[in-house]
């Protein structure tokens, strides 16, 4: 009942609005003079002017948008084409209200008016899909959950994106912050033979490497338009490397045992710095570390689509998408592994003396620390198809029907993910110093000695994790259309959709049990990592070169891929293991009924749609849940269904203004991994972790309201301001605390030969529903060609747009006692914004662009005591710049990332470091023909 209360509530406050807002617009076109004549439907008709190139792109754009009843964003092909954007992320957070997060150089996942990538859906060619890649864990790991990671593909394999903000019941649900359509390009869209080939080599600073890029995109028709095919297809290189610090939270000086009773620091007790409270203690980096990734990626996309139209009345149309993604990754991190680690670790440091400021010991200088070097190899790749149909028959003049089916897989797959670390223990004269945002850490020894490193049994640590993720759907919809008459259009549909997941991985069955080496045979397996911390402002001091394992000789002189002995792999009989097994099966009967409508009233032309979808959900998910008695293959199911009304409304105030108005319920279904009966006992070096799933959480809700008023000068040009408010119900939230083990309710055995001891604090996550809260904000869109300039400065024009966003989210914090905080929605930043300069003229071409995205929190609340994680603000500038050598041939220059922005991570309210890396910028030289 109080979700149907704010829902009316919001409902007859957006009417109020909108009649106040229709009478400002009214006024103010009244005493506005008619701009130029349009070419839209009741426009006056002129002389046509053809326009090429970006500025055509941003017309047809700008068109598109205005024709539609919601609220509704496009870009165009040579949009896409010409934008300095890597991928489709990239392309889209141009968009108002989108923001994207990216990893390894390049944009993953979008977040459209402050709700993620869980809550926006995407279809490619009108099916829904998901892409999934692997990470870092400092960019989000390996994707377990519905969110789409658009660096599967490159931007050149379509020819739009368009981004729903506002719901309709023609368009399935599944989202709460948009309905993302990728669109590939099909031969009648060409009305004429058409081929391109574009080549590229791309160079990066830091990684200081030169690597290739192709594109080709051929397409014909034949029998005098009735058949057509098309053939699309990009392939590129690209090296990466990502350095930095990495410090993995910060903990109050009390936990994992406290530090040694002599340590001092001048002005506080050792009671004072051993207070484990997250409210008064003392807190310091867990593990402060220099990190670096080389990432090699080959990526290779493919498109085909055969199109037949036999009569007039009739078009069929079969597209075929494919993507492959081949990644290595190596890592050399150094570490201070000590301070988080209990029993013979932090209790046996002493802090000499320290720097606190705040509640922060920023600053220390420390004896018997524990450190690390370690070196990592992953190989990814993601293997994604697709397969649609789609058919369309105009039956009469005013009775039209379709349908959509479809399949598509992504299949990820890390069949190599191995760490293998060397030790010392008890090192003195360590010391580190954050009061810079790089931090200078200090080991006090020579750190490329192999002497000086060891590799003992029981601590140094192999790890051996090959796992994998798939993800398939089936799609098929049937719909229709029929003109009731000249103003009104009755649609309805039914839908269906199976959706699964499966996820699996292997762990040996206990990482800590190795060789013990004597120092020639570890010196024997190692190397000198070098040339760390290239352009990254590392202090005077900082080390830029030490030992690694190096993992090619280590594998082949211990044969550690043989899966015998110690190095035997386990599955589910491996409590690690059992965690990554998560079997999910959906499956989503949807019908639909829908009025669209056009009116002449109060002398003003209106047009929109009213409808409502119903949609029932079957789940079925599998996982090994782990108890006092064992571990068991559990099962869990159920069924439940949702109404889904919703309405758009738009109204032509003059030639040149138009105004908005949407509401709708929508839906967002639970992450897929949260849904696992099952849990998982993780044991990552000093990271301990317990997470279980839960098939009974239900999916978020919002309830939403959405204003417009937008007016279009001219062709070129836009200036929109848009209002919009979500009232978020039955919200999903992972419920964090920390607990120690032998409070969990498993038995001690799961602990033998690792790390932990029955007293060990673990990091337990649950997903559950919380009562949510609201979501508010505003978009400021313009576009203009600025051609009231005098002379050649008339073929400059400019695109911006800002979006604020606010949200009041109840989050709980305990179930026993019930405790809750507000606190703003996890991946909203509450200011964003695009802005784009360009220059065009017939032969030549220049733009630069800004993005910059506030920051966002990642979790709430955070682990070790910390209140809140999140990641600070970025600016992001790129530029590119062409020139048509002839009509046919084009050379062009592009930059990404010019300045080179960090990736900045925090942890608490006090903002204390936790990631900060980069990985320098990117540039492009190419050439484009057209046959």
Do not use: C
Not at 40 to 64: H, K, P, W, Y
Not at 374 to 399: C, G, I, M, V
Not at 499 to 515: A, D, I, M, N, P
């Amino acid at each position: 009942m109080r979700s149907s209360h704010g829902f009316q509530f919001a409902l007859r406050s957006g009417v109020s609005a909108l009649v106040l807002t229709l009478a400002v617009a009214g006024v103010a076109a009244a005493q506005t003079a008619p701009a130029d004549p349009q070419t839209d439907d009741g426009a006056t008709t002129v002389d046509e002017i053809v326009v090429t190139g970006f500025r055509a792109s941003l017309q047809n754009a700008v068109s598109a948008k205005r024709r539609e009843s919601g609220v509704v964003d496009v870009i165009k092909a040579e949009d896409i084409a010409d934008f300095p954007d890597l991928n489709l992320a990239e392309s889209l957070q141009r968009v108002p209200g989108v923001t994207i997060s990216r990893a390894n150089g390049e944009g993953r996942q979008i977040s459209v008016r402050g709700l993620g990538s869980e809550y926006t859906r995407v279809r490619v060619n009108g099916m829904e899909a998901i892409a999934t890649t692997g990470g870092t864990v400092n960019s989000g790991g390996t994707n377990r959950s519905r969110g789409f990671d658009f660096n599967m593909f490159a931007s050149e394999l379509f020819n739009s994106l368009t981004v729903r903000k506002s719901a309709s019941a023609d368009v399935e649900e599944g989202s709460l912050g948009a309905t993302v359509d990728l669109q590939t390009a099909r031969p009648f869209d060409y009305t004429k033979p058409t081929l391109v080939m574009g080549v590229q080599g791309s160079y990066n600073d830091l990684a200081r490497d030169v690597k290739p890029r192709f594109t080709l995109l051929a397409s014909n028709t034949w029998a005098d338009g009735k058949f057509g095919a098309l053939f699309s297809a990009a392939y590129e290189e690209r090296h990466i490397l990502e350095e930095g610090a990495n410090i993995t939270r910060w903990s109050a000086g009390g936990a994992n045992g406290g530090f040694n009773t002599a340590s001092t620091i001048n002005g506080y007790t050792i009671a004072q710095i051993n207070n484990a409270s997250a409210t008064t203690g003392l807190f310091h980096p867990r593990l402060p570390s220099y990190v670096s990734y080389d990432h090699n990626t080959e990526r290779l996309g493919v498109t085909g689509s055969l199109q037949w139209r036999p009569d007039d009345q009739s078009t069929v149309t079969l597209d075929i998408l494919y993507s492959d993604v081949k990644s290595t990754r190596d890592e050399a991190q150094l570490q201070a592994i000590g301070l988080s680690r209990s029993g013979t670790g932090k209790p046996q440091t002493i802090i000499r003396s320290g720097v606190v400021d705040g509640r922060n010991i920023v600053q220390a200088n420390l004896d018997a620390v524990d450190v690390r070097t370690q070196s990592a190899h992953d190989e990814l790749e993601t293997k994604f198809q697709q397969y649609t149909l789609t058919a369309n028959r105009n039956w009469t003049d005013r009775f039209r029907t379709g349908f959509i089916g479809g399949y598509s897989k992504s299949f990820f797959d890390n069949p190599v993910s191995t760490i293998v670390t060397f030790d010392r223990a008890n090192t003195n004269g360590f010391s580190y110093d954050f009061r810079t945002r790089m931090p200078e850490i200090n080991f006090g020894f020579d750190l490329t000695n192999p002497a000086n490193w060891s590799m003992i049994n029981g601590t140094s640590e192999v790890r051996i994790r090959p796992n994998s993720v798939e993800n398939t759907f089936t799609t098929a919809k049937a719909f229709y259309e029929w003109d009731l008459n000249d103003n009104l259009t009755l649609k309805g549909g039914v839908d269906y959709r199976k959706f699964g997941f499966h996820s699996e991985g292997l762990y040996r069955t206990t990482e800590t049990v190795v060789q013990t080496l004597t120092p020639a045979e570890l010196a024997a397996v190692s190397r000198v990592y070098s040339g760390f911390g290239r352009n990254a402002d590392l202090p005077a001091g900082a080390p830029t070169s030490w030992l690694a394992p190096d993992l090619a000789k280590f594998i082949a002189t211990y044969n550690i891929y043989s899966n015998t002995g110690i190095y035997a792999l386990t599955g589910v009989n491996n409590s690690s293991a059992r965690g990554q097994y998560i079997n999910v099966e959906e499956a989503d009967t949807g019908a639909y009924v829908q009025v669209d409508y056009h009116f002449d009233a109060f002398g003003l032309p209106w047009r929109g749609d009213a409808g409502v979808r119903y949609v029932s959900t079957d789940q079925w998910s599998q996982g090994y849940e782990t108890t006092s008695a064992g571990s068991n293959l559990v099962e869990a199911e159920r069924k439940y269904g949702i109404w889904l009304p919703s309405m758009n409304l738009a109204v032509d105030l003059t030639d040149t203004v138009v105004a908005r108005f949407s509401a709708a319920r929508t839906v967002a279904r639970p992450s897929i991994s949260s849904l696992t009966p099952g849990g998982d006992v993780g044991i990552q070096g000093s990271n301990y972790s317990y997470s279980t799933g839960n098939p009974n959480i239900k999916p978020t809700e919002s309830d939403n309201i959405d204003l417009s008023l937008e007016y279009y000068p001219d062709r070129d040009s836009l200036f929109a301001v848009g209002l919009f408010y979500k009232k978020i119900n039955t919200f999903v939230q992972t419920l964090a605390q920390d607990i120690p083990f032998n409070q969990l309710g498993l038995p001690n055995s799961i602990l033998t030969g690792t790390t932990a001891t029955p007293t060990t604090i673990f990091r337990t996550t649950q997903p559950i529903n919380t009562e949510g809260g609201d979501l508010k904000g505003i978009e400021l869109n313009a576009q203009k060609r600025l051609d009231f300039l005098p002379g050649w400065m008339e073929n400059f024009g400019v695109q911006a747009n800002y979006t604020f966003v606010d949200s009041k989210i109840t989050y709980i914090t305990s179930l026993s006692p019930l405790t809750v905080i507000d606190n703003t929605l996890i991946g909203l930043s509450k200011h964003a914004a695009n802005f784009t300069l360009y220059y065009e003229t017939e032969k030549f071409s220049i733009r630069g662009s800004a993005a910059y995205r506030a920051g966002y929190l990642t979790g709430v609340p955070a682990a070790d005591g910390n209140s809140v994680a999140g990641t600070n603000e970025t600016l992001n500038f790129d530029a590119q710049a062409s020139y048509a050598i002839t009509p046919q041939l084009k050379f062009s220059v592009e930059g990404i990332n010019l300045t080179d922005e960090f990736n900045d991570q925090y942890v608490d309210a006090d903002n204390r470091l936790n990631v900060y890396t980069h990985t320098g910028r990117q540039f492009f030289v190419g050439l484009r023909y057209t046959f």
